[in-house]
């Protein structure tokens, strides 16, 4: 439903410019009522990491595009002044035959009051934002698993 409150079908072949503004668009240009979804198979990545951003197109271009064992991938850019946008934290999600006890048990999030107090205090301090991206990284790696399923990845 658009802001004028009339509906419309949209999709990738039916009205293809609001289908991808509707995708992501945090309700900005539209609400979603009805939703035809296409399911897919839960499977089990293995996580890889992190590049120079330089490195990050010819990456992509080898190693996530176009390749069926990426199921998923991601990239966090720096946000410190001393080199924002310049150096990339990559996710990159592999298809593993691997399957840990539990794989596919939804977990709840962790650490969420933590990580809200360390984003708040990023967004006021240069010294907070720094240590935040000096952290980032190894945290991340050791908090988070490094096989896991798609529905708890997502």
């Known amino acids: 439903m658009k802001a004028d409150g009339s509906i419309v079908q949209v999709s990738r072949a039916e009205n293809p410019e609001l289908f991808s503004l509707a995708i992501g668009g945090y309700g900005l240009f539209g609400v ?9 198979t839960n499977d089990v990545f293995e996580k890889h990491a992190s590049m120079n951003y330089r ?5 992509f271009d080898k190693y996530i595009k ?18 924002f946008l310049r150096h990339v934290a990559v996710y990159k999600f592999v298809k593993t035959a691997e399957r840990p006890a539990g794989i ?12 809200r107090a360390a984003f708040a205090l990023s967004r006021h301090s240069d010294t907070g934002e720094s240590v935040r991206w000096f952290l980032h990284e190894p945290m991340a790696d050791l908090l988070s698993t490094h096989i896991i399923s798609r529905n708890n990845a997502m």
């Open 104 to 115: 596919y048990k939804l977990q709840e999030e962790t650490g969420v009051t933590r990580n």
């Open 55 to 59: 490195e990050y197109p010819a990456f």
């Open 32 to 40: 979603i009522l009805d939703v035809d979804l296409e399911l897919t």
């Open 66 to 83: 176009g390749n069926p064992e990426v199921g998923l991938e991601y990239a966090w850019p720096s946000i410190r002044k001393s080199d």
